[in-house]
């Protein structure tokens, strides 16, 4: 009696064992699983194209993808661009899946996923952040992309950054993705040092979008022309006393700016400005 038992019990055993293999199943995304903040739905082919053309990577660039779901833009990334890439994915079977996407793609040497939190692990050395996430999200993490080093260039996929205007809306079969440069800071006052003349700037600054003065005179504050901020990249013109337009290119380095001028009246150099 003991011994049918054990054996019967032996046998259940055995077949649970030998049967479990082919029960078990690999992960398979879904469309519309849940994740943490948001559900899963894949970017199209030709969306993922588009971000990544509109970012204009290259071999030189890092991109990271927040949210990297089956890790398509990574792959992309690096197998069409040439790119290092690193997707964010916090749904671990998912970061495993995508992983095992990266290494059947080939570009594990160029490529990878990662598991984690978009909110907890840092990004910020990358040149490149693409994402498809919510409103309320991207407005989340504006703050964080803001800091980040001007020029750093951001794609989102269908949704924007509130009143952070894109520099570029892209459509594709009603589909939409948005760019931005994340811009310097030149906001407050700044003294501009030119062809051995001294002069007082200031600068208000919303986003990417500037405007300001240049003091000619003790009350004489003349509008500058043309102002505009794209990342580290600054460009601005005004009119002087003597009624030349003069105007200046240059690039944003903290709290310095340097570049080159010239004026309608044939005058070139150099120009520096430091803020105050």
């Known amino acids: 009696m003991t011994m049918s038992r054990t054996v019967l019990a032996l046998a259940a055993t055995l077949a649970f064992a030998g049967a479990a293999p082919a029960q078990q199943k690999g992960f398979e995304p879904q469309v519309g699983q849940a994740g943490k903040d948001v559900i899963w739905v894949p970017t199209p082919d030709d969306v993922v194209d588009r971000m990544l053309r509109m970012a204009q990577v290259t071999a030189n660039d890092l991109v990271y993808d927040l949210g990297a779901g089956d890790g398509k833009i990574v792959i992309a990334a690096a197998k069409k661009f040439g790119a290092r890439a690193v997707g964010i994915e916090y749904n671990p079977d ?12 080939g570009v594990a040497g160029r490529a990878k996923i990662v598991q984690g939190d978009i909110f907890a692990t840092d990004f910020t050395q990358a040149t490149v952040v ?31 950054m509130d009143d952070w205007e894109p520099d570029e809306a ?9 760019f931005w440069v994340v811009p310097a800071n030149v906001q407050g006052r700044w ?22 003065t240049v003091a000619l005179g003790p009350t004489l504050q003349a509008g500058l022309r043309e102002p505009r901020l794209r990342g580290f990249h600054i460009s601005f013109a005004f009119v002087d006393n003597n009624a030349v337009r003069r105007d200046y290119t240059g690039r944003v380095t903290g709290n310095r700016m340097e570049g080159s001028f010239r004026t309608e009246a044939g005058a070139e150099g150099r120009w520096v400005a430091i803020k105050r």
């Open 94 to 105: 998912m970061a495993k899946y995508a992983q095992a996407q990266v290494e059947k793609a």
């Open 130 to 160: 693409t994402m498809y996430l919510l409103p309320a999200l991207n407005l989340k993490l504006r703050p964080q992309i803001l800091a980040m080093r001007p020029g750093t260039r951001i794609v989102s996929h269908s949704f924007t």
């Open 170 to 178: 892209s459509t594709m079969d009603g589909r939409r993705a948005y």
């Open 191 to 212: 003294t501009l040092e030119a062809g051995g003349e001294r002069l007082d700037l200031a600068f208000e600054q919303k986003f990417q979008k500037i405007e300001g």
